[in-house]
C-alpha cells in the first residue's frame, strides 16, 4: 500500500495544541493504516487505504475538527512528492543546513507566483519556487527573518506550512526515500 505524508499548519506553536498520540489516534480512527508520526509540529507518515490526497486532506482537517474542535490546514503528499520535494535542496551547498526551508503549499505555483516570490529575499535571505513548493535560505535564522510562513502566504494568497530541512530530510527517510 502506498504511504504518504502529511504535513499538519500550525501546530503545538501559538496555543494550538494537539498532542502525537491524539493525532495517531484520530489517523487510526479514520482508517488510515501504519501511521508514524515526527516530532511534534505535526509531521506524519500512514497508509491511505486507497484514497486519494486531496480526499485524505479533507478527512485528516474533518477528523480533527470533529475530535478536537480545531481547523487545521493539512498537506498530503505522496511517496513521489516527497522524493522529488526533499531529495535536493538548491541551496544545500550554502553554508548550513540548519538555514535551509521548505514551505509546502496547498496548489502549484504559477507564473504569478514565481513573479512574487523573485521580488523578495535579501543578501541573506533567498528563496526558489518550485512547483508546490517554496525552497528558502534564511541566512539570519528563521526566526529573524521577516519572510515568514504567514508572510508567504500572505504575498501568495494560498495557504502553506513551512519545515525545515532536517525534518524533511527524516520524512524522506520514513517514507522510503
Known sequence: MERYAAFLRGINVGGVVLRMAELKAIMAGLGFGNVETYIQSGNLICESGGIDRRTMEERIKRGI??????????????????????????????ENEGKLYVTIFGRRLDASDERKIAGIGSETDLFLPRDEVVYSRYGDGYGKSRYSNNYLETLLGVSGTTRNWRTMKKILGMIGG
Do not use: L, Q, Y
Open 65 to 94: 475538527r470533529d475530535e478536537k474542535d480545531m481547523d487545521v490546514e493539512v498537506f498530503v503528499k505522496d511517496a513521489a512528492d516527497i522524493r522529488r520535494i526533499a531529495g535536493t535542496h538548491p541551496f544545500e551547498s550554502e
